[in-house]
């Protein structure tokens, strides 16, 4: 229901703008986010956005260089990522929350994954 793409190999400084394409259903009343999973770590919380687009939250790695938006017409989720450097490759899934017009702040919120796509960024 939830389709990652946009990933791929960028240098450090680089940009990419990972998009997630939902289908089957709208999700335009839930949250959504964006995580990621680098080898060996565990799968963490990049990017918040809430049901109505007006809310987002970061982690403190991205702040200032990712921007999360959505097009709830469009059932589309958007992660554009500048001044990319190399701690940021890790394999980057789309979710969506449970539960509607919540915003939830921990993995366990999001009943909705995509399959993810790999971001490299080398130095």
């Known amino acids: 229901q939830l389709v990652e793409s946009g990933g791929g190999l960028v240098q450090a400084g680089g940009s990419l703008r990972l998009s997630c394409a939902a289908s089957?259903?709208?999700?335009?009343?839930?949250?959504l986010g964006w995580f990621r999973q680098a080898p060996g770590k565990e799968r963490a919380l990049v990017a918040t956005?809430?049901?109505?687009?007006?809310?987002?939250d970061y982690a403190d790695s991205v702040k200032g260089r990712f921007t999360i938006s959505r097009d709830n017409v469009k059932n589309t989720l958007y992660l554009q990522m500048d001044s990319l450097k190399p701690e940021d490759t890790a394999v980057y899934y789309c979710?969506?929350?449970?539960?509607?017009?919540?915003?939830?702040?921990?993995?366990?919120?999001?009943?909705?994954w995509g399959q993810g796509t790999q971001v490299t960024v080398s130095s």
């Open positions: 979710a969506a929350s449970g539960r509607p017009y919540r915003t939830p702040t921990t993995r366990a919120g999001y009943d909705y």
């Open positions: 089957g259903r709208t999700f335009s009343t839930n949250a």
């Open positions: 956005i809430n049901w109505s687009g007006t809310g987002t």
